[in-house]
């Protein structure tokens, strides 16, 4: 985000969030600083899943518009928020196809979660101290 000359403050309450994974509250995370109250208490609204997805307040773009304002730079309010919302899209999109590999990937007819049990059993198995062979 700091390449797209992002807010540094907005910056931290986006990647607090995201780290939270929907268990905090915009409202929590920017403590109570009163630029950013409003734009929180309608993040809040929107909620997690629709962040993800693409979905962020205009009062989030017209503070990013302010930001611009006040620096050099090239960065458009509309490029920034369609940017952002891209980032988040393709995060939506990485985390999709990990848990659909990690649940639907087979290999040898075997999906990911028995290889992993296999893996375990043959490692246990070589930990364990195996009795003498009997002679005849």
């Known amino acids: 985000m700091e390449e797209f000359d992002t807010d540094f403050y907005s910056q931290y ?9 929907g268990e905090l509250d915009m409202c929590d995370i920017i403590d109570g600083q ?12 929107l909620g997690w899943d629709n962040f993800v997805e693409g979905r962020i307040s205009k009062r989030l773009v017209h503070l990013q518009a302010q930001y611009l ?6 960065v ?10 891209r ?14 590999c990690t649940v639907h990937y087979k290999a040898e007819g075997r999906s990911l979660h028995q290889h992993e049990q296999i893996l375990r059993k043959v490692t ?12 005849y």
Do not use: C, K
């Not at 309450?13 to 994974?21: K, N, S, T």
């Not at 458009?76 to 919302?85: I, R, V």
């Not at 980032?87 to 659909?100: F, G, P, V």
């Open 69 to 74: 304002s006040t620096i050099q730079t090239f």
């Open 87 to 100: 980032q988040l899209l393709l995060l939506t999109h990485q985390q999709w196809l990990y848990r659909n």
């Open 34 to 45: 009163p630029v950013y109250i409003e734009f929180a208490e309608i993040h809040d609204i």
């Open 13 to 21: 309450a986006i990647e607090e969030y995201l780290l939270g994974h």
């Open 124 to 135: 246990t198995l070589l930990h364990t101290d195996l009795p003498e062979p009997v002679t």
């Open 76 to 85: 458009q309010p509309s490029s920034w928020a369609s940017g952002l919302m």
